[in-house]
T-cell receptor, first 109, second 117 residues
C-alpha cells in the first residue's frame, strides 16, 4: 500500500488554464516534496513543505496537515509546464522518500 | 554549483556483465541517495548514506547490488552480474540533512539510463 496517493494520473489542459494536482498521504509522513520530471530528463525539486503554503513564480504548493493533503497549483499554464509531477513524502524519523505514482501533465498551445 | 553529477548518462550492457554507476554529490551535502525508476514500480529508494555511512539499504534488491561511499564527494552503485530486469533509470540525489528540521530539499542528478540486454 503506497503511503502517498496522487491524482489525477493524467491531465491535459489548454495553455492559460489553472491546474491543480492533488496528493494525499498517510500518517508518518512529516514533510511533502513536489518534484518535476520532463520527458527523458532529470528530476527537479519544486517545493518542500511541512506546513502552510509556498509560491515560486506561477507555481503554488499548499499543505493541510490535519487532512494530510497537499496540492500543487499552476497558474496561467504554458506548454513548457508539460512534465510529470511527483509528490513524495519524507517518512518521519528518516530521510526516506515515499513517492506517488506521478501526474503526467500535458499543456496544449 | 554544478549540481549532482552522475556517470555514465547512458549504458547498454550484456546480461552477466558488471555495471558501475558513479555519483558526485553537491559539495557540502551530508546525505546521498540512490533511487531507481522503472515504468512498473516508479521511483524507489535503494540506499542512502549520511556522512558517508550507509543508513538504510533495505531497498537494495538483492546481493547483486552494492553501493559504496568512500568519501564525501563520491559514491558508486554496482550491479554484478547484471540482468535484464535491472534495466531502469538510476538517480543519485544529495541533500544537507538538518536533524532538527523535518524534511530537507533534495537535489537529483540527471540519472543513468541502464539497459541490460
Amino acid at each position: 500500500k503506497n503511503e502517498v496517493e496522487q491524482s489525477p494520473q493524467n491531465l491535459t489542459a489548454q495553455e492559460g488554464e489553472f491546474i491543480t494536482i492533488n496528493c494525499s498521504y498517510s500518517v508518518g509522513i512529516s514533510a511533502l516534496h513536489w518534484l518535476q520530471q520532463h520527458p527523458g530528463g532529470g528530476i527537479v525539486s519544486l517545493f518542500m513543505l511541512s506546513s502552510g503554503k509556498k509560491k515560486h513564480g506561477r507555481l503554488i504548493a499548499t499543505i493541510n496537515i490535519q487532512e494530510k493533503h497537499s496540492s500543487l497549483h499552476i497558474t496561467a499554464s504554458h506548454p513548457r509546464d508539460s512534465a510529470v509531477y511527483i509528490c513524495a513524502g519524507t517518512q518521519g524519523g528518516s530521510e526516506k522518500l515515499v513517492f506517488g505514482k506521478g501526474t503526467k501533465l500535458t499543456v496544449n498551445p | 554549483d554544478a549540481g549532482v553529477i552522475q556517470s555514465p548518462r547512458h549504458e547498454v550492457t550484456e546480461m552477466g556483465q558488471e555495471v558501475t554507476l558513479r555519483c558526485k554529490p553537491i559539495s557540502g551535502h551530508n546525505s546521498l541517495f540512490w533511487y531507481r525508476q522503472t515504468m512498473m514500480r516508479g521511483l524507489e529508494l535503494l540506499i542512502y548514506f549520511n556522512n558517508n555511512v550507509p543508513i538504510d539499504d533495505s531497498g537494495m534488491p538483492e546481493d547483486r547490488f552494492s553501493a559504496k561511499m568512500p568519501n564525501a564527494s563520491f559514491s558508486t552503485l554496482k550491479i554484478q552480474p547484471s540482468e535484464p530486469r535491472d534495466s531502469a533509470v538510476y538517480f543519485c540525489a544529495s541533500s544537507f540533512i538538518r536533524r532538527q528540521i523535518s524534511g530537507n530539499t533534495i537535489y537529483f542528478g540527471e540519472g543513468s539510463w541502464l539497459t541490460v540486454v
